[in-house]
């Protein structure tokens, strides 16, 4: 079992739905990045969290510790949102590095 | 304030060559973290350097190094290259570990195909 679990693999919506993105992990960790890719590769830091939840523009991110569950949503979706979604998580202090979820493709359709 | 940059941009290698790909990191970051990420793949991490100096390595072959400079730019080398090395490296630098503005900024990836 990976330590990181995201879902669904793939997700297709239209224009104007609104999209939520699940993360699970399983080892503890010091913050979780929800990171965006779109093809060609780079990478975008979209959040960085540790409790809670996050606002920027139509993107809305959560976390529960406790549950080791984090969530992305989308609200208003927009073709141009199609991308690879990504969770990772990092360690604990010492043990710093990332652990990548193996991505959500979101679709959107006009 | 640059962000991260990644060289070359795409490269194509014969199995058994050499490769060296570079980075250099954020104005002010002072730690880079290197990842390998294959076709459908989330990013593996490979290893980290801060401060010059090897910080946490992932589960790859020695034949994987790397190096950090004082200005904290970095290199990736890739000695007796494999068909599976074939993937998106990627780089992140970020501030240091501790800092609360210690998120991780991507480079753009270099494409690496060995054929």
């Known amino acids: 079992k990976n330590e990181v679990e995201q879902s669904p693999q793939n997700l297709t919506a239209q224009e104007g739905e609104f999209i939520t993105i699940n993360c699970s992990y399983s080892?503890?960790?010091?913050?979780l990045h929800w990171l965006q890719q779109h093809p060609g590769g780079g990478i975008v830091s979209l959040f960085m969290?540790?409790?809670g939840k996050k606002k920027h523009g139509r993107l809305i991110a959560t976390i529960n510790i406790q549950e080791k569950h984090s969530s992305l949503h989308i609200t208003a979706s927009h073709p141009r949102d199609s991308a690879v979604y990504i969770c990772?998580?990092?360690?604990?202090?010492?043990?710093?590095?990332?652990?990548f979820g193996t991505g959500t493709r979101l679709t959107i359709i006009p | 304030e640059t962000g991260v940059t990644q060289s070359p941009t795409h490269l194509i290698k014969t199995r058994g060559q050499q490769v060296t790909l570079r980075c250099s990191s954020q104005?002010?970051?002072?730690?880079v973290s290197w990842y390998q990420q294959a076709l459908g793949q989330g990013p593996q991490f490979i290893f980290q350097y801060y401060r010059e100096e090897e910080n946490g390595r992932g589960n790859f072959p020695p034949r994987f190094s790397g190096l950090q400079f004082p200005n904290y730019s970095s290199e990736l080398n890739v000695n007796a290259l494999e068909l599976d090395d074939s993937a998106l490296y990627l780089c992140a630098s970020s501030s240091p570990s501790g800092s609360p503005y210690n998120e991780q900024f991507f480079g753009p990836g270099t494409r690496l195909t060995v054929l």
């Open positions: 969290l540790s409790s």
């Open positions: 104005s002010g970051h002072n730690t």
């Open positions: 080892v503890g960790i010091s913050a």
């Open positions: 990772a998580v990092r360690g604990n202090f010492g043990n710093e590095k990332l652990t």
